[in-house]
């Protein structure tokens, strides 16, 4: 287990979602565009570039999150058809709040920063969030943290939710088949 602050955030967990080679899930309260170096350090490129990349080479990606993704994640998405036809699958729930990302059920992130910018992006040291998480490879804390991510994503908690009248879209009445199209559309502006 390693405590991560700050910066480490973005070199510890990007890194790791760069080398994923079966899976990447994630659940964040904010979806924003986020970039990240590129070849050359002072390049930078959106995530979704890297996305693209492990969706092209059959790694599964999962974003759950809570709220409308950012004009600027929205739009980056929409530029790569392969992420929209099904390459990147995203759900939304307004109750999600933990900020996890698991990557090939080998490695997790527990912790407070939200998949953006100052969270866990390339924001410079002055302008980014102070956060706190944990990585870990701990066999036991990553069933756990699975199971959980898994039981949110298939929509187990929606039937007996408070704000399942407000919701947009149960994530338990998504009946298409799951390896096909993101799961649910990114509404537009």
């Not at 904010?30 to 170096?37: A, I, Y």
């Not at 910018?117 to 036991?140: H, Y």
Request: net charge positive.
């Amino acid at each position: 287990m390693r405590l991560l602050e700050d910066r480490d955030h973005h070199d510890v967990v990007i890194d790791a979602v760069r080398r994923a080679r079966r899976s990447v899930w994630i659940s964040t309260a904010n979806l924003k565009e986020l970039r990240v170096p590129g070849r050359s350090a002072r390049r930078y490129m959106s995530v979704l570039d890297v996305f693209d990349r492990l969706a092209r080479d059959g790694v599964e990606l999962r974003i759950l999150h809570a709220s409308v993704p950012s004009r600027a994640f929205r739009a980056a998405f929409d530029r790569r058809p392969r992420l929209v036809a099904g390459g990147l699958r995203l759900r939304q729930c307004p109750r999600v709040h933990l900020k996890v990302v698991v990557i090939d059920g080998a490695l997790v992130y527990l912790g407070s920063a939200n998949w953006t910018g100052a969270g866990l992006g390339a924001k410079g040291d002055q302008r980014r969030n102070f956060e706190m998480g944990i990585v870990t490879d701990d066999d036991a804390m990553l069933d756990q943290i699975q199971a959980r991510y898994d039981a949110l994503w298939r929509g187990a908690e929606c039937a007996a939710c408070r704000l399942r009248a407000e919701c947009e879209a149960p994530l338990d009445l998504d009946t298409r088949p799951p390896a096909r199209g993101p799961l649910v559309r990114l509404r537009p502006p």
